[in-house]
């Protein structure tokens, strides 16, 4: 732990205008990212009497080894570095609001000639419209079923759009009407556009309209005798009101709104919101997160920085209620007001229907907080005990918050590869897995190891990747993870594994990070110079993290190694003639269609083909009539593809 003392810097060269810091730890690593009105007075703040700080607080200013900042503009200016920063540097001690699952939103294709409707999950694309979230995506397909007797947009895929338009016959929906069939031009693209517009319209909230204007069709057919169109109408009028019923009425119609309630304890923060269009709920969404050194006015800023940030794309409401107003509430709105293009209010409701809704709201984060309690005490209880485990029986200095694990997979001696997998805290980190083609390519476990390892602490060994002061491009060789060292290293294997990884991390310059390897045979775990392997209990935990990491890493390496033989499993016989590449080899296939064509073609007709000049057709014409005839050999099979 270092003394924050050791870093602080003169309280004259910090700035008093509005800015963005970073503290980076020994390594350079970014740990924290945070925004102020005034620089000076807020990192004045880190560096008062440590036992006053926050636990999570003391902790960071520990940990950390340095601080820099940035002077912007303004506050608003500060917020969006803030946000940039976060999404860029992932920093270990900002919290960080990640939804347990991808939720589904209903989605408009408004960009395509012919809209189409369909559950999409994931990151938002232009010219799409979203309604939601949904919990599940049944609820989806439930109400989009119900709508689309009176609004049938297009809802199939673009295969089998073009199958559609190709053969002249509409799908199923065509022909039970819930579908308008731009495909074989029952409707002009203007009047399916329009369909889907007012569908969109629907959604949004403008609900009360079609419902009258279905109405009033419904009763000038009765009036007319046409008994059949308004027994049809009045169905419409009642799918349109069963997909009402599904989300509830509680604001007034005219209100777009997100509620946003939050439950903390000491260490973590649960999050719920319900997103209401037209005054009514049109989707909710929670989850939990842990508890960054900040007070609750800073959580809700960093809430809704990732909630409506360009990474998500979320709709902005006309109203954002909280239920305590962000650190800077005037520049939160200038950056809602920014990203909606219209005015956005952030407040917290005092009385009437919104105070009440966001009590409901509230109790929701209250329970889902609890349930998450029960579910995650003890798989944290067990965490911790596997990391104590741990350091006890290997005798490491510290608990191994930090693990990296390595492993070799290949089939006989071709397409070499290796794994890394990083856990911490017990848990897998999978943004920090990497994956190596070994260059030696043969087939000794051991010496492929040893270029695994040195590849990856080479890095680590180059020292660590603190910026220069007043360098703006300094840090760019902070954002690799290489450079973070971990607290233990494990490979696959047993003694000679252990040894060829020891010695892999003495020839880059590492001599201080703790190497074991875990036997498959026994579950032995070997030390580096002991004749005798380390023997955890079957019961213990810790053996069970270091099984869970290790088989981690071996099917990564598998998974890897199964990509790369199946891209290799084929060889054609031009593959290797000199200047032609793969563009060159489709042009020859595409105009002579085959191998067996090629070889019964002359100099002349190779040289028609774009790209193909004397030397290479030559070359071309040589091998296929002085090789074995083929085309492509499967390598698995022995299989002649001609």
């Given at each position: 732990?270092?003394?924050?003392?050791?870093?602080?810097?003169?309280?004259?060269?910090?700035?008093?205008?509005?800015?963005?810091?970073?503290?980076?730890?020994?390594?350079?690593?970014?740990?924290?990212?945070?925004?102020?009105?005034?620089?000076?007075?807020?990192?004045?703040?880190?560096?008062?009497d440590?036992?006053?700080?926050?636990?999570?607080?003391?902790?960071?200013?520990t940990?950390?080894?340095?601080?820099?900042?940035?002077?912007?503009?303004?506050?608003?200016?500060?917020?969006?570095?803030?946000y940039s920063?976060?999404?860029?540097?992932?920093?270990?001690?900002?919290?960080?609001?990640?939804?347990?699952?991808?939720?589904?939103?209903?989605?408009?294709?408004?960009?395509?000639?012919?809209?189409?409707?369909?559950?999409?999950?994931?990151?938002?694309?232009?010219?799409?419209?979203y309604?939601?979230?949904?919990?599940?995506?049944?609820?989806?397909?439930?109400?989009?079923?119900?709508?689309?007797?009176v609004f049938?947009?297009?809802?199939?895929?673009?295969?089998?759009?073009?199958?559609?338009?190709?053969?002249?016959?509409?799908?199923?929906?065509?022909?039970?009407?819930?579908?308008?069939?731009?495909?074989?031009?029952?409707?002009?693209?203007?009047?399916?556009?329009?369909?889907?517009?007012?569908?969109?319209?629907?959604?949004?909230?403008d609900?009360?309209?079609?419902?009258?204007?279905?109405?009033?069709?419904?009763?000038?057919?009765?009036?007319?005798?046409?008994?059949?169109?308004?027994?049809?109408?009045?169905?419409?009028v009642?799918?349109?009101?069963?997909?009402?019923?599904r989300?509830?009425?509680?604001?007034?119609?005219?209100?777009?709104?997100d509620?946003?309630?939050?439950?903390?304890?000491?260490?973590?923060?649960?999050?719920?919101?319900?997103?209401?269009?037209?005054?009514?709920?049109?989707?909710?969404?929670?989850?939990?997160?842990?508890?960054g050194a900040?007070?609750?006015?800073?959580?809700?800023?960093?809430?809704?920085?990732?909630?409506?940030?360009?990474?998500?794309?979320?709709?902005?409401?006309?109203?954002?209620?909280?239920?305590?107003?962000?650190?800077?509430p005037?520049?939160?709105e200038a950056w809602?007001?920014?990203?909606r293009?219209?005015?956005?209010?952030?407040?917290?409701?005092?009385?009437?229907?919104?105070?009440?809704?966001?009590?409901?709201?509230?109790?929701?984060?209250?329970?889902?907080?609890?349930?998450?309690?029960?579910?995650?005490?003890?798989?944290?209880?067990?965490?911790?005990?596997?990391?104590?485990?741990?350091?006890?029986?290997?005798?490491?200095?510290?608990?191994?918050?930090?693990?990296?694990?390595?492993?070799?997979?290949h089939?006989?001696?071709?397409?070499?590869?290796?794994?890394?997998?990083?856990?911490?805290?017990?848990?897998?980190r999978?943004?920090?897995?990497?994956?190596?083609?070994?260059r030696?390519?043969?087939?000794?476990?051991?010496?492929?190891m040893?270029?695994?390892?040195?590849r990856?602490?080479?890095?680590?060994?180059?020292?660590?990747?603190?910026?220069?002061?007043?360098?703006?491009?300094?840090d760019?060789?902070s954002?690799?993870?290489?450079?973070?060292?971990?607290?233990?290293?494990?490979?696959?294997?047993?003694?000679?594994?252990?040894?060829?990884?020891?010695?892999?991390?003495?020839?880059?310059?590492v001599?201080?990070?703790?190497?074991?390897?875990?036997?498959?045979?026994?579950?032995e775990?070997?030390?580096?110079?002991?004749?005798?392997?380390?023997?955890?209990?079957?019961?213990?935990?810790?053996?069970?993290?270091?099984?869970?990491?290790r088989?981690?890493?071996?099917?990564?390496?598998?998974?890897?190694?199964r990509?790369?033989?199946?891209?290799?499993?084929?060889?054609?016989?031009?593959?290797?003639?000199?200047?032609?590449?793969?563009?060159?080899?489709?042009?020859?296939?595409a105009?002579f269609?085959?191998?067996?064509?090629?070889?019964?073609?002359?100099?002349?007709?190779?040289?028609?083909?774009?790209?193909?000049?004397?030397?290479?057709?030559?070359?071309?014409?040589?091998?296929?009539?002085?090789?074995?005839?083929?085309?492509?050999?499967?390598?698995?099979?022995?299989?002649v593809?001609?």
């Amino acid at each position: 732990m270092a003394d924050p003392a050791t870093y602080r810097p003169r309280p004259g060269e910090i700035p008093t205008e509005p800015g963005v810091y970073r503290f980076r730890d020994a390594h350079g690593r970014v740990i924290y990212v945070g925004k102020a009105r005034s620089l000076r007075s807020r990192l004045s703040s880190y560096f008062q009497d440590v036992r006053a700080l926050h636990p999570r607080t003391r902790q960071m200013v520990t940990t950390g080894a340095s601080v820099e900042w940035t002077v912007v503009r303004n506050e608003v200016e500060a917020l969006q570095l803030e946000y940039s920063w976060i999404k860029e540097y992932d920093p270990r001690f900002n919290v960080k609001y990640r939804d347990d699952k991808s939720y589904p939103y209903l989605a408009v294709t408004m960009g395509e000639e012919f809209p189409r409707a369909q559950v999409m999950r994931g990151r938002k694309r232009r010219g799409t419209r979203y309604f939601g979230p949904y919990t599940h995506a049944w609820a989806i397909r439930e109400t989009l079923d119900t709508l689309l007797r009176v609004f049938p947009v297009r809802t199939c895929s673009a295969g089998v759009f073009r199958r559609a338009e190709q053969s002249g016959r509409p799908c199923l929906l065509g022909y039970i009407d819930k579908c308008s069939a731009p495909c074989v031009g029952r409707v002009s693209p203007e009047e399916h556009r329009q369909i889907a517009e007012d569908f969109c319209d629907f959604m949004a909230g403008d609900s009360a309209r079609f419902v009258r204007r279905l109405e009033d069709r419904m009763r000038a057919a009765s009036q007319e005798l046409d008994f059949e169109t308004a027994a049809r109408l009045r169905d419409d009028v009642g799918a349109l009101r069963r997909a009402l019923e599904r989300s509830a009425v509680v604001l007034p119609d005219a209100t777009d709104a997100d509620v946003f309630g939050l439950a903390d304890d000491e260490l973590e923060v649960a999050v719920q919101v319900f997103h209401v269009r037209g005054g009514r709920i049109r989707g909710q969404r929670g989850w939990v997160s842990e508890k960054g050194a900040e007070d609750m006015g800073s959580i809700v800023e960093h809430l809704l920085q990732q909630v409506y940030g360009p990474e998500q794309g979320e709709d902005v409401p006309r109203e954002v209620l909280v239920p305590v107003l962000p650190t800077d509430p005037e520049d939160m709105e200038a950056w809602l007001t920014d990203r909606r293009g219209a005015r956005v209010r952030v407040r917290v409701p005092q009385r009437g229907d919104k105070r009440t809704l966001m009590q409901t709201v509230a109790r929701n984060a209250d329970q889902a907080l609890a349930r998450h309690k029960v579910a995650r005490s003890g798989d944290l209880t067990l965490r911790s005990q596997a990391l104590q485990e741990l350091q006890e029986a290997l005798e490491l200095p510290e608990a191994p918050l930090r693990i990296e694990s390595f492993d070799i997979s290949h089939v006989q001696g071709s397409d070499v590869v290796g794994s890394m997998v990083v856990f911490e805290d017990g848990l897998a980190r999978k943004s920090e897995y990497r994956r190596f083609v070994v260059r030696g390519g043969t087939g000794d476990d051991t010496a492929a190891m040893h270029e695994v390892l040195g590849r990856r602490f080479r890095h680590l060994a180059a020292g660590p990747a603190v910026p220069a002061e007043g360098d703006p491009t300094a840090d760019e060789g902070s954002r690799s993870s290489f450079r973070y060292p971990p607290n233990l290293v494990v490979v696959d294997g047993g003694r000679p594994q252990v040894e060829a990884a020891r010695a892999a991390l003495a020839a880059v310059g590492v001599d201080d990070l703790p190497v074991i390897g875990l036997a498959k045979r026994l579950e032995e775990v070997w030390l580096p110079g002991e004749d005798h392997p380390v023997v955890l209990p079957r019961t213990s935990e810790g053996l069970y993290l270091l099984q869970r990491v290790r088989d981690e890493a071996h099917r990564f390496a598998n998974t890897f190694h199964r990509q790369r033989r199946s891209r290799s499993m084929t060889s054609s016989q031009l593959d290797g003639i000199p200047g032609l590449g793969k563009a060159r080899q489709q042009a020859l296939l595409a105009r002579f269609g085959s191998v067996k064509a090629l070889r019964r073609a002359e100099e002349e007709d190779l040289l028609q083909v774009p790209g193909i000049g004397p030397a290479v057709a030559r070359a071309v014409l040589e091998r296929l009539r002085d090789g074995e005839p083929g085309l492509a050999v499967n390598l698995s099979t022995g299989e002649v593809l001609d």
